[in-house]
């Protein structure tokens, strides 16, 4: 099937009680020759948990950068939560962006900084949020994450998982309404990724945020998604509940791809 003609994955609808949050139509983008993403289209509603899936090079990092406007598309449109992100003027692009955090798969925390400020800076200083506001937000969301007990510390003294989790914190200080997790556990040690997945199975469970994620955690996604896409060559081949996906895929090319993961 073409990709004029291809349908665009949807999440599954509760009819009359979800609105969409994230919508792609006709987005291509290139890397000199290399096309990463072919006319993609696809939607995610309000609260829905999206886990993109796929080898290497497929194009899945490049959607969480678009929507992070850390890159910007050849073609097509990019829409949150019915404002346009890109085609944008500047002003309006820095105003949709803010509904937007991302946990990224090395940590950037600001080692200069102790836990707490690593967390309340950006509140602060993008939303305006006062000092106590901010201050009693991180310590919630510090005690969500483990860590409740680290404020005063500094980056370099915590482990790689703890370092992880302060990054969730920071990301979800913002308020975001959508929360974009790249590839998380990549940069950890084994005995550490359990940690840092539980605390994110938490989030997805007890929380309305919207995810999108991307991962080779396949029993993560499993335990968390409603929808799961799988990407080859910078375009959706397959989209279905995790249960169907993993467990009956109609495509070939899914069906390899898992096979060397599963």
């Known amino acids: 099937m073409s990709a004029e003609t291809e349908p665009t994955p949807q999440i599954p609808r ?3 009680t979800t609105r969409e949050v994230i919508r792609l139509d006709q987005v ?3 890397f000199g020759d290399n096309t990463v993403l072919d006319r993609l289209n696809f939607t995610v509603d309000a609260g829905k948990h999206v886990t993109l899936i796929g080898p ?3 194009g899945k990092t ?3 950068r678009l929507l992070m406007t850390l890159v910007q598309p050849d073609e097509g449109t990019i829409t949150v939560d019915g ?3 890109y085609p944008a003027p500047e002003k309006q692009v820095r105003e949709v962006r803010k509904k937007i955090g991302m946990v990224f798969q090395q940590f950037n925390l600001f080692p200069n900084m102790k836990v707490l400020r690593n967390v309340t800076e ?3 200083t993008v939303l305006g949020m006062s000092k106590d ?3 009693a937000r991180a310590r919630e969301l510090l005690e969500l994450v483990g860590l409740a007990d680290k404020c005063d510390a500094y980056p370099t003294h915590l482990s790689g998982g703890q370092q992880q989790r302060v990054a969730i914190a920071r990301a979800l200080a913002m308020r975001p309404q959508v929360l974009l997790l790249d590839e998380v556990t990549s940069a950890l040690d084994p005995e550490l990724v359990a940690g840092v997945l539980d605390v994110l199975r938490d989030i997805a469970h007890s929380t309305d945020i919207t995810m999108l994620c991307v991962t080779h955690e396949m029993s993560f996604a499993r335990d968390i998604s409603d929808q799961v896409l799988m990407f080859d060559s910078g375009r959706v081949i397959e ?3 995790p249960e169907k996906l993993f467990g009956d895929p109609d495509h070939e090319r899914t069906r390899e791809f898992l096979s060397t993961i599963l």
């Open 14 to 16: 509760d009819t009359g």
């Open 28 to 30: 291509t983008k290139r």
């Open 56 to 58: 290497s090079g497929s």
């Open 62 to 64: 490049t959607i969480l």
């Open 83 to 85: 404002e346009q992100l």
């Open 122 to 124: 950006a509140p602060v």
């Open 133 to 135: 506001e901010a201050e």
């Open 239 to 241: 989209s279905g509940s």
